[in-house]
């Protein structure tokens, strides 16, 4: 089983600056790869919407929503992935979920590939 745990939200004013982390991690023994770690986030009552991701290769995609303002940045090795969020808008004052794409051996040669969310941080942007 592959677990993911964020921390960075909390609350800023208006124009300030956070900084999300979310770390994968599996269970005893468990062999897995992440291909692509991303952010999402989701307002009350709205769908989830896409923040940022970045490959294994580290190419990125952002939302235009965010583009120039938000960093999204990974640490291989740690399985860990960053958001560096600067000028932040009340807009942006919602729970941010932090998804991971995980391959695992299945058997003696095959392997399966799942999503997995972390349980979500909330941002608090005050104007």
């Known amino acids: 089983q592959v677990r993911l745990e964020e921390s960075g939200g909390g609350a800023v004013q208006a124009g300030g600056s956070l900084r999300l982390s979310c770390k994968a991690s599996g269970s005893s023994g468990m062999i897995f790869s992440i291909n692509t770690m991303g952010w999402y986030r989701q307002a009350p009552g709205d769908q989830r919407e896409l923040v940022a991701t970045?490959?294994?290769?580290?190419?990125?995609n952002y939302a235009d929503a965010v583009k120039g303002r938000f960093t999204i940045s990974r640490d291989g090795g740690e399985n860990t992935v960053y958001l560096q969020m600067n000028s932040l808008k009340s807009e942006d004052s919602v729970v941010y979920f932090c998804l991971a794409y995980v391959t695992a051996p299945v058997g003696n040669d095959g392997e399966e590939s799942f999503e997995v969310w972390g349980r979500g941080t909330l941002v608090t942007v005050s104007s």
């Open positions: 970045v490959n294994s290769d580290g190419s990125t």
